[in-house]
């Protein structure tokens, strides 16, 4: 364990900003979100309304099991429905921030030189599960003061922080496993993330089995926290459950940890093909090699979400009836609600493709920072040739994923209302956000253009969409900070008729912008300013 200190301070001065931002991001959106479902559903009449609404397979599917569904509370919804996504980002957070302490340092050679220094062989893993430990309780004191400034009971929200910190940790513990297995970070970060997939999945069809939980749920990690039934009938035993498995899962990760060098994994890389295929070698080839993985798995899970939601356009009418009040959350038409909530399901899915978009141009800048795009560019490819193939790849791929998220809806509604007319229009509805999806990306490109290191500040675009689409109604948000959205400007097809201008000007703007990313990619030098 020697020099166990000094990793420590190290790597904890790598992540420190994104421990933060992730921090931040509960501290703030657990008590936003508390209050939006109290101003939502302001009575008992309400909120009895919303759990009828729920009895409903796909509406289980994407919340958790219904406890205390006949006399339904402010708190036992935000158990039901609000806890599964606070336990959701928490494991992200472990898998990409242990795989990043982890196998990326071993897969950029760092570790190998730490190594060569007086530091001992469980030194490295224990500074970073340290670390992961520190963020994990940050994230869960951040989730339980959320909770408890809003009203929450002061043992329940502390279940909830807690539970959300072992999921951290429990699928931080599972990266660390997949980060013995492969040589690449990549490839840990998207088994880990799989996995944690497979978990919603069960986790979501054990409930749909029977409503407080089935046999099937339990195999589900992200069942345990969910088991507690904080706000309901609190018991801490399951928590107990997920420190324990984590626990068996580090003692698994270390004990492969001994049957690999530093820098392979236990199963080794193929050694690939004598001669690449023509299409690898071009720019668009590798950027397509890299990240065709990630977008395979987007693809899939979001494909599932928008054919659950659509299965919920017909459940509207009765709650409606009970809690006029939800106009003001949801810009439903009364003449027409089942084409009025497909069109808001729309913008909330298209934050999907969105957030890839963004994701993969930010991965250019990893690939500058690594030395790759240097090494490409120095085989006589042009910068703006690279980053042209790139974005055209990107097209390529979110343009059509949007298509397809709209058939998903489509199909939804289609399973629910026996009308399959649905499916084409609402794919031909989902190309209208298109030039916002753009856009989106241009921003990300034009500030990586200018300055590499300022790329990271496009998620801001990201959040405050995320923001304006859920929450913009409820916070009467003023028109000019919701006009900051680039999906504010799509009009809610089809619900409402397109209008031209908005999406001629959205597509020139991305345009422009990509012209700016390109001026300032030639003026600065490559892994510099």
């Known amino acids: 364990m020697t020099g166990t200190g000094y990793l420590l301070r190290l790597y904890a001065r790598t992540v420190r900003r994104q421990v933060l931002i992730w921090v931040l991001a509960f501290l703030l959106l657990v008590p936003a979100s508390v209050a939006a479902i109290k101003e939502a559903y302001p009575d008992a009449a309400a909120l009895q309304a919303r759990a009828q609404l729920l009895d409903n397979p796909a509406a289980v599917m994407m919340t958790g099991p219904m406890f205390d569904q006949d006399h339904y509370t402010l708190w036992a919804m935000v158990a039901n429905e609000l806890a599964l996504y606070l336990y959701l980002p928490a494991a992200i957070m472990g898998i990409l921030l242990m795989v990043r302490l982890t196998r990326a340092e071993e897969e950029s050679g760092r570790l190998e030189m730490v190594r060569a220094l007086p530091v001992g062989r469980h030194a490295p893993a224990a500074a970073a599960l340290s ?16 909770l408890l400034v809003t009203g929450g009971a002061a043992p329940d929200s502390l279940a909830v922080g807690a539970a959300a910190a072992l999921a951290a940790l429990l699928f931080g513990a599972m990266a660390a ?5 492969t040589e690449h970070a990549g490839t840990a970060s998207g088994m880990a993330l799989g996995v944690l997939a497979v978990a919603f999945m069960v986790r979501g069809l054990g409930d749909v089995i029977d409503r407080q939980g089935s046999w099937l749920s339990w195999f589900s990690p992200l069942a ?10 609190l018991r801490w035993w399951p928590l107990a459950v997920m420190l324990v498995v984590t626990a068996v899962i580090l003692v698994c990760a270390m004990a492969l940890a001994h049957r690999r060098d530093v820098g392979a994994g236990l199963h080794s890389a193929s050694a690939g093909r004598a001669v690449a295929r023509p299409g690898l070698v071009t720019p668009h080839g590798l950027a397509g090699r890299l990240l065709r993985g990630s977008f395979t798995a987007w693809m899939i899970g979001l494909l599932l979400f928008a054919i659950a939601f659509g299965m919920l356009a017909t459940s509207l009418e009765d709650m409606i009836a009970e809690m006029p009040m939800v106009q003001d959350w949801i810009p439903l038409d009364l003449d027409d609600m089942v084409r009025s909530f497909a069109a808001v399901i729309l913008t909330f899915l298209t934050l999907g493709p969105v957030g890839l978009m963004v994701a993969a141009v930010m991965r250019l800048r990893t690939e ?24 055209g790849l990107l097209v390529a791929w979110c343009f059509p994923m949007q298509g397809i998220l709209g058939l998903g809806v489509g199909v939804g509604i289609w399973t629910a209302t026996e009308d399959a007319s649905w499916v084409p229009e609402m794919a031909l509805a989902s190309l209208a956000y298109l030039p916002a999806i753009a856009l989106c990306g241009a921003i990300a490109f034009a500030l990586y253009g200018i300055d590499a ?38 009009p809610l097809v089809p619900s409402e008729q397109v209008e031209a201008v908005p999406l001629a000007v959205t597509s020139l703007l991305a345009v422009a912008l990509v012209a700016v990313g390109l001026v300032g990619l030639r003026r600065r030098d490559i892994a510099g300013g």
């Open 368 to 391: 500058e920072t690594s030395g790759r795009l240097a090494g490409l560019v120095l085989t006589g490819q042009s910068r703006p040739r690279v980053c042209l193939g790139w974005l």
């Open 177 to 181: 496993v997949a980060a013995q297995v």
């Open 224 to 233: 345990w926290g969910q088991q507690t039934r904080a706000f309901v009938d």
């Open 131 to 146: 670390v992961l430990a520190a963020a994990a309780l940050a994230v869960g004191a951040a989730v339980s003061t959320g």
């Open 453 to 490: 290191r300022l790329a990271p500040l496009a998620w801001i675009v990201v959040v405050w969409a995320s923001i304006v689409a859920f929450l913009g109604g409820l916070l009467g948000l003023p028109d000019w900070l919701l006009g900051l959205s680039p999906l504010h400007h799509v």
